[in-house]
């Protein structure tokens, strides 16, 4: 076979018509600003489920903190007729992302599930999805993170431990929906069930704010969770078609 | 032309210029050993500390993960901008007063270019994969992602810096070999190699003529594309204040404004210190000076357009970053950028101050670090304030950015020293060309035949 029927036929398998608009999956996740208490137990369930970084204090001065998931805070109102709002802010896992398009290794890229992945391997630290990412949600590995013993005994051996230079961001922990399908596979099942897979921050809620599932089945949690009438997603007028909706939070009048 | 050439003799133009190269003064060899001392110092030593540290050594966090170093890199893409790209306008439309500039114009550009490359590699985050970017055949089968404005700019750059490298050697081909034929030792072999064996038949001269214009043609459309796709790096994104139409035209503008600067700093350099008076004269800088006015008033124009665009957009995301860069945390480096680049060039307008050197010297170097700033502020602005509030934040550049910006400036220079001993820096046989031929009565004198 020659270089250029390789090509060829590379470049028909990978672009095939509808590449991104018919995925096996669609993986998506609501979260429900009625129930969230800003607890910040997903912060802390995604930080050792992801070997995420605890970057010390100077770092976290600087602005270097690593957290793919985070509560915005936000103060409504003037004292003392003031409210804080809380919104949990993750990547949005957008279908037409911006980070994905100026990436120019392919670092990230849209994979079949549905999901906006980052490939560590690959990325060269352009640091150009950050910019272009409207949601703010993407973290730059700015030098090499230690974990002091017996730290390094808790590090998760499905997740990589990235190194300096590389950008990462939030997965929807992709080693858990990996898992799930290789067991529906040998269970001979054809798809992975609703519920069977959660990412760490929607099993950790205590407020079940969080749901997350297959949004191609129209019975899952998360559909029927996003037809709800207070579905809203963030920053919809710039087109991104994020994966996550929110619940807006409904105040009793009076 | 000038008058001042008049009384020069073609074999003075050979005597002057090589005397350049090949007779050194211990001057030299102080500022090309403080200019690579420098370099070593502030440029590759705090680089090496980043590249064992992480980027981390940088200022840079989040939100502002775009800084100096980008900042760096536009900037000197833009004065690479008018070395080559004024030096193909002006010979295409046979402007004389080009002729005794121009070589160390476009040798700017290619050493900007240089300098602007590597900061590619001091920007990214694991610069020894950075060959990741070009499209090369390779065992992962991996091709870099053709959508995105930085692989445009990776093409558009390699484009550029080899076009202005082929057409700044092509019109040194006969310059060479006046230098060949009167050098001699490693010198004469070297220029002997360089000059590709250029003997001055009138077939040479005319092909080289031919070659020399379809480069200069060929040019002028890559010069403006390049600075528009950096510029695309900026508006291809939705972030506030950077995604505008206006931004390519912007930054070709900003590029020839800047490198047009960068060329009268280096004119006055040239003049002063290699005694060069003679061919850079107040012509060069007189008619430099009212293309700065023209460049500095269609900048000032596209920036209050940018701001116009903003405002009129009604986004409550554009209305915050436009007030925060006129009052917010940088808003002393915009009203200084205004200050340098919109303000002071209008002094151009009198022909009293295009015609005197050293306060030219002052605003060339002033309207550069007013549009350091520009890109600074392009970079550090927008990304300060985006979408969420939540993650608005500063961006502050550390020692480290700073010590490679000015070890920088010195890597150019040290370029740029190194090649006033290897280059012709005036074009000879094109300043000959733009002065009486010799007259007939010293028969005797075997120097006055053209190279």
Redesign the interface.
């Known amino acids: 076979m020659s ?1 250029l029927d390789r090509f060829t036929d ?1 470049w028909r398998k990978y672009r095939k018509p509808g590449y991104y608009e018919e995925f096996d999956y669609h993986w998506a996740m609501t979260i429900d600003l009625d129930k969230c208490t800003g607890c910040e137990a997903c912060v802390t369930a995604c930080q050792a489920e992801n070997n995420l970084p605890i970057v010390g204090e100077k ?1 976290f001065a ?4 690593m957290k793919w998931i ?1 509560i ?3 103060w409504e109102g003037e004292y003392p007729d003031v409210k804080l709002r809380f919104i949990p ?1 993750l990547c949005q896992q957008c279908d037409s992302a ?1 980070c994905e ?6 670092a990230t890229y849209h994979n079949q599930d549905g999901l906006n992945t980052q490939i560590y391997n ?7 999805c ?3 990412c ?3 949600v993407r ?6 993170h230690q974990w002091d013993a017996p730290l390094e005994q808790q590090l998760n051996p499905d997740v990589t431990v990235r190194e ?4 990462e961001k939030c997965t929807f922990c992709i080693q858990r929906i990996r898992q799930a399908k290789d067991h529906a596979k040998d269970d001979g099942r054809r798809r992975v069930r609703d519920g069977e897979v959660q990412p760490a921050c929607v099993q950790t809620c205590p407020a079940n704010a969080l749901v997350f599932g297959d949004r191609k089945d129209p019975n899952s949690q998360v559909s029927r969770s996003m037809n709800d009438p207070r579905a809203y997603r ?2 919809e007028e ?1 087109n991104t078609d994020p994966s996550v909706v929110y619940l807006k939070k409904v105040d009793a009048k009076g | 032309m000038p008058t001042e050439t008049n009384d020069l003799q073609y074999a003075d133009v050979h005597r002057d210029v090589i005397r350049s190269i090949v007779e050194t003064g211990p001057q030299y060899y102080i500022a090309l050993g403080t200019a690579f001392g420098v370099t070593l110092l502030c440029f590759f030593f705090p680089w090496s500390y980043q590249l064992y540290y992480g980027i981390g050594a940088a200022g840079m966090n989040h939100p502002g993960v775009w800084g100096t170093y980008l900042a760096s890199f536009i900037f000197w893409i833009g004065l690479s901008h008018s070395g080559t790209l004024l030096s193909c306008v002006l010979h295409l439309t046979h402007s004389t007063w080009r002729k005794a500039m121009y070589r160390s114009a476009e040798a700017m550009t290619l050493f900007s270019l240089m300098v602007a490359a590597t900061f590619v590699m001091v920007h990214v985050g694991r610069p020894w994969f950075i060959h990741w970017a070009l499209p090369y055949p390779n065992q992962m089968e991996m091709w870099p992602n053709f959508r995105s404005p930085l692989l445009f700019d990776v093409m558009a750059i390699g484009t550029y810096i080899t076009g202005s490298s082929i057409f700044i050697y092509m019109g040194s081909i006969p310059d060479f070999a006046a230098v060949r034929d009167r050098t001699t030792g490693w010198r004469n072999n070297m220029y002997a190699l360089l000059s590709m064996g250029w003997r001055g038949t009138d077939r040479e001269w005319h092909r080289l003529h031919w070659a020399y214009t379809f480069l200069a043609v060929l040019i002028i459309p890559l010069a403006v594309s390049v600075h528009s796709i950096v510029s695309w790096d900026f508006a291809m994104s939705i972030v506030p204040a950077l995604h505008q139409t206006i931004f390519a035209p912007y930054f070709v503008v900003g590029a020839i404004y800047s490198g047009t600067a960068g060329i009268v700093t280096v004119m006055f350099v040239l003049r002063k210190y290699m005694d060069f008076g003679q061919y850079i004269t107040k012509v060069h800088f007189d008619n430099l000076g009212k293309l700065l006015l023209v460049l500095s008033l269609i900048w000032t124009y596209i920036n209050g357009i940018e701001l116009f665009t903003g405002w009129f957009s009604g986004a409550s995301s554009e209305h915050e970053a436009l007030r925060y860069k006129l009052f917010g945390y940088y808003a002393p480096l915009y009203w200084e950028m205004i200050a340098f680049c919109a303000v002071a060039p209008l002094l151009c307008i009198s022909s009293r101050f295009r015609t005197s050197f050293v306060p030219m010297l002052i605003l060339s170097i002033a309207i550069n670090i007013g549009m350091y700033t520009e890109r600074f502020l392009i970079v550090g602005t927008s990304l300060s304030r985006q979408y969420l509030p939540d993650a608005w934040g500063v961006y502050v550049p550390s020692l480290v950015e700073i010590s490679i910006i000015v070890g920088s400036l010195a890597l150019f220079v040290t370029l740029f020293l190194v090649f006033v001993k290897i280059v012709p820096s005036v074009s000879m046989y094109e300043v000959k060309e733009t002065m009486d031929a010799p007259k007939p009565e010293p028969v005797a004198s075997p120097e006055g035949s053209p190279a």
């Open positions: 270089l590379g770092a600087e602005g270097r903190e985070r915005e805070r936000y802010m911006p398009t100026v990436c120019p290794v392919s690959r990325c060269i630290g352009t640091r150009s950050a910019v272009y409207p949601y703010e973290y730059f590995n700015w030098n090499d300096k230079g590389v950008m963030v920053l710039l």
